[in-house]
């Protein structure tokens, strides 16, 4: 059974730049999560999507939006790019919302200059 | 909302020495309590995760205590190997809301 795959894997953009990453999560899995990872900072929660709905939302600007697809694949957005904003974006899936061990992906590493 | 924390940030070991990675959480209703591992340049992967009816839970080398009453858990692992190089994340979650909160990470190196 395939991983969870994200894309693009890295990618550089300028201040002011949108950016939309990819995730595909295991088949079967209905819940995707996303997650914003830099040093010394940790893991720190976006949003989670389940049957196409945004279930939960963490504290992010307006800026940062997501989606899900009906074939359980998630999309998210970053509009209006900062330079804090470089970070490792990491989506996760699981079988249902709130249940059981996510899974992660490779992430995909945004640098914004 | 949920918050965890994390002790310590670093911890370096010898080869064979135990190590211990401490989490303390806010939510009293949280209910389960994973720990991930993630390597340099990997993904993060669940290595042992426990619930809040046990008070213990071992897997091999490695094992996780929980203290509902202090509102925290602990992650051992004993004989440790290079392999076990990696910074381990804990998290929390609520019964009532699915999110994960992660604490910050710890990076642990073992030196041969």
């Known amino acids: 059974k395939a991983g969870v795959t994200q894309t693009p894997r890295y990618l550089i953009k300028t201040r002011g730049q949108q950016v939309t990453l990819s995730c595909s999560p295991i088949s079967g899995h209905r819940s995707v999560s996303w997650y914003q990872q830099t040093p010394g900072q940790g893991l720190q929660f976006l949003f989670e999507y389940f049957s196409e709905t945004q279930r939960n939302k963490g504290n992010f600007p307006g800026r940062f939006s997501g989606r899900q697809f009906s074939n359980s694949r998630s999309e998210m957005n970053v509009s209006t790019l900062e330079l804090g904003d470089s970070a490792l974006y990491l989506c996760a899936s699981s079988l249902a919302s709130g249940s059981g061990e996510l899974f992660f992906g490779e992430g995909s590493r945004l640098t914004v200059l | ?112």
């Open chain 2, 1 to 112: 909302g949920e918050n965890v924390e994390q002790h310590p940030s670093t911890l370096s070991v010898q080869e064979g020495d135990s190590a211990v990675i401490k989490c303390t959480y806010s939510d009293s209703a949280s209910n389960y309590f994973p720990w991930y591992k993630q390597e340099l340049g990997k993904r993060p992967q669940l290595i042992i995760d426990i619930r809040s009816n046990v008070g213990e839970k071992k897997d091999q080398r490695i094992a996780v205590t929980l203290n509902k009453t202090a509102k925290h858990f602990s992650l051992h692992i004993t004989e440790t190997q290079p392999e076990d190089s990696a910074v381990y994340f804990c998290a929390a979650r609520n019964s009532g809301y699915s999110t994960l909160t992660f604490g910050k990470g710890t990076m642990l190196l073992v030196s041969p």
